[in-house]
């Protein structure tokens, strides 16, 4: 066995530049992205590390807050991956990094089983094994994603579909143009009103969801995009975080769906700007809905599975699934 310890810590500074090396690094699970939510919904933060020595193998940051009054860690909303992040075992032989991976999941698990009644973690997915969450009693779910290299804008236009060139085209042809803003409230609008169309309530009121937006883009974790037609009426909102050299799709909303090659337009001159700005992959962030599927399939990346692990005690097993 690695022999690794359990370091409970309150050191964000130093879980921020684990994050930063991680192969598993991502805004979800950066400090500005968590403390965003802590505000505003009074989630306390845990910050967990298993290492061997002073290496850190392993780190964890925590949400939690209570359900039915115990203490709970589930993914906060907008937030595609969270849970464990690894250090970079790509120089080391195979044998090791499960030693040390499974290991340091169970430091984590034996930790967490203590002290929480359910806890819920969406994996990234450069972690492609997960047979110690199976051993440990988890519930494990597949989820997946595309994710586009956009280091060269001409292979990633050839790459689209013929019936998205056409829409971009007709976007074009009708003076759609895109423009970038520090406004939220039209995203806030369009998201909460694409999500109810579909025939459920969102998750968050306008006022609140307003709020976490602000202050995410105040913090620099997301830049929101408009699509325009000329008469400067927003058809479609989109906000993307970038994090180091990879830009990911975190929250969307239009108006109609009358103009939907309005969101089309939009996210391929999103990823316009994105590659001339040194962004040189794109993470679209989900792909399990068949619509949302579809319409990302278009943009013709590269799909990738990760793992969704749930924990649970008690009466709260029946929210595992």
Known sequence: MAQLRLEISSDFDEFEKFNLS???????????WLKAFSEIFDISLE????KKGDEIVAGLILPVKKKLIFPASTPLLFTY????????FSREKRQKQIIEKNEAIEKIHRYLESKLKLFIFKLHYTIDDVRQFKW???????RHTFILNIESLERAWDGLSNSLKRKIKEAQERDFKVIKTT???KLSEQQILSYEKSGGKFFL??????KLLEKLVQNGTIQVYHVVDKNNTVLASRGISIWKDKGYDIIAGMRDREVDVASHFLLWKILEDLSSNGVREFDFCGADIQSVSFFKTQFGGEIKI??????????????IR
């Open 81 to 88: 991956y969270s849970g464990i992040l690894f250090k970079d």
């Open 306 to 319: 990760s793992f969704e692990v749930g924990y649970a005690n008690g009466i709260f097993k029946i929210l």
């Open 22 to 32: 991680s192969p598993q690094s991502n805004p979800f699970q950066s400090i500005g």
């Open 183 to 185: 406004d939220v409230e």
């Open 47 to 50: 910050i967990l590390f298993a």
């Open 136 to 142: 440990l009693g988890y519930k494990i779910k597949p």
């Open 205 to 210: 009121g306008f006022k609140d969801l307003k």
